[in-house]
């Protein structure tokens, strides 16, 4: 089964916002690639900002979009700046690529490449048109302090009632992303919301995230949740 079926995104039009940390890219990327080998046009690009995609063609006014969009290809869209970042492309670019391409998937949160973290209250920027939502975390995160592994640490402290020395466990990452000031911050109502742990590369991290899963699905019923390792080629390791 595709990573879309199994992250329930609707066939419809809409956006597919991701947040979180510990693997937005890569799983954007992914999801992109897959809808492309089904002979569809696939868009991905920031409300925020991320690394240049060198993979992909870059679309960062309307000519230049509708000449590189095609059927069974990746493009990104976004404004590049001076530092090897893609930034947002702007309301009415957004616009014009959902129009055109049917699905968008949007990095809508930023982490510093750090597994877990809680937004600031600026964060994160999901557009309108979303109806998924992907809540993204690293299993690497679990069994270190807060301090070591999380983005905005104060904000992750502050959730979880708990101080920077705090280690980590699978439960305290299911609180980060359940919460309606955590990972679940911002969700249209309606909007399909779905969790993917990554790097669930080993037996001690797929014990963790079958761990935070349960705790995920007690507090939010009937939740999908995904343990990954996005890296690799079968990269989904477990379903819950």
């Known amino acids: 089964m595709s990573l879309s079926s199994l992250l329930k995104i609707p066939q419809t039009p809409g956006f597919t916002a ?5 693997g937005k890219t890569t799983l954007m990327q992914r999801l992109a690639e897959e809808r492309s080998s089904e002979g569809r046009p696939a868009v991905i690009t920031t409300t925020t900002a991320i690394m240049y995609p060198k993979l992909y063609e870059l679309a960062e006014d309307k000519e230049t979009f509708c000449r590189i969009l095609a059927p069974g290809k990746v493009i990104c869209v ?3 700046s001076d530092n090897e970042k893609v930034r947002s492309p702007g309301d009415e670019m957004l616009k014009l690529a959902l129009s055109k391409a049917g699905r968008v998937f949007v990095e809508a949160d930023g ?3 750090m597994p877990a973290k809680a937004p600031a209250p600026y964060e ?7 109806d998924s939502v992907i809540a993204v975390s690293g299993l690497d995160a679990i069994g270190y302090r807060i301090k070591d592994r999380c983005f905005r640490t104060e904000y992750v402290c502050r959730l979880l009632d708990a101080d920077e020395n705090t280690i980590l466990t699978p439960e305290m ?3 980060l992303i359940t919460n309606e000031e955590g990972q679940r911050k911002s969700v249209p109502e309606g909007a399909v919301f779905s969790v993917v742990l990554n790097k669930a590369d080993d037996d001690k991290r797929l014990g963790y995230a079958k761990a935070a899963a349960v705790r995920i699905r007690e507090l939010l019923p009937g939740c999908t ?9 079968d990269c ?5």
Do not use: F, M, Q
């Open 18 to 22: 991701l947040v979180g940390g510990g």
């Open 78 to 80: 976004g404004s590049a």
């Open 111 to 113: 982490a510093k490449r």
């Open 124 to 130: 994160p920027v999901i557009p309108e048109g979303t």
């Open 173 to 175: 990452l299911a609180i």
């Open 225 to 233: 949740v995904l343990a990954a390792a996005l890296n690799e080629t």
């Open 236 to 240: 989904v390791k477990a379903v819950y």
